[in-house]
DNA sequence: TTAAACTAGTTCAAAGTTAAACTAATTTGA
DNA sequence: TCAAATTAGTTTAACTTTGAACTAGTTTAA
């Protein structure tokens, strides 16, 4: 929201550009991760498809890490996956703890149809902003996130 | 996660700042409201609370908008300040499907002590850019997050 | 005037989220 | 070597969130 608040200029600059980023952020996402309900997927679940599809099979603390969530989480999104055969889990031979997650083909299939489409959202939102701008977006957003906690 | 995709430049470029914008967004978000829990609130209470502070009474409806969130998701945060006793519900007399939501003491005590901190913690994590880039940042954020959904 | 359309808020089911306590497997270092 | 510390994943409780179906009040337009 607009900030009505009587401050230090510096202050007023912070809050009013914390509060676009915050906004944007979620416009931006909510309208690129909309069609995701035609598949009857959550966006945790497309992250954890597309990690796999590109990163190839993964263990669930890594798909944690990617999608930024904690391994309580994924364990349920894995399930719910699971429970679709869109993935399967695999032990490690080795690590005995790890489990790791592959795609089955029904997975790959939805996943090799849905992520052209998310591109073409992507791009058509990102469009917006001339090449330049996105170039810097990007880098005054990495300079904010690359902080520590 | 870093784009392993093998499609044209502005392709590319756009999944990259989407990326960027998105772990942006909820790296600072996330370091914000951290000290919200020492206050039991959570992100979508102490919106509720700051936008009354700021705004005066205001309908649910209002609050939902005001903090992105569904009719239904308000219903129960604000449920849940009530219970605390730190707002009030008070039906509207010319529209009798409205309900005002107003601040009572213990609330107004409450966010009068938190908003400074608040504003300090934004202050902080902002202070990573210059005035210029804030600006800069604010102005492709408001550009991007104007679009119609 | 009054039926239809719309609006405000509630309820419910399903899923996601976190944090904390837990099991089981592996690594480490005295 | 082997007890302690660490790591991977699961479970649970408490909660948030959404979307859809619902109730009730208001507006509109034929």
Redesign the interface.
Known sequence: ?S???Q?SD??K??????I?????????????N?HLTDYSLTVSQFGVL??LY??GPLRQKDLAQ???KSTGNITLVIDNLVKRKLITRKRDKRDRRAIHIHLTEAGKALIDDIFPKH?AR??S?????S?E??????R??????L?Q?
């Open positions: 929201m900030t009505h608040y401050g510096t202050a600059r912070a809050l009013d550009v914390y676009k980023l915050d906004r944007a952020a979620g416009a931006v996402s909510s309208r690129i909309h597309e990690a590109h990163l990617k999608i930024l591109v992507v791009e939102e990102m469009n917006i902003l090449p701008e996105q170039d810097e977006l990007q005054l957003c990495r300079k904010l996130g902080q906690p």
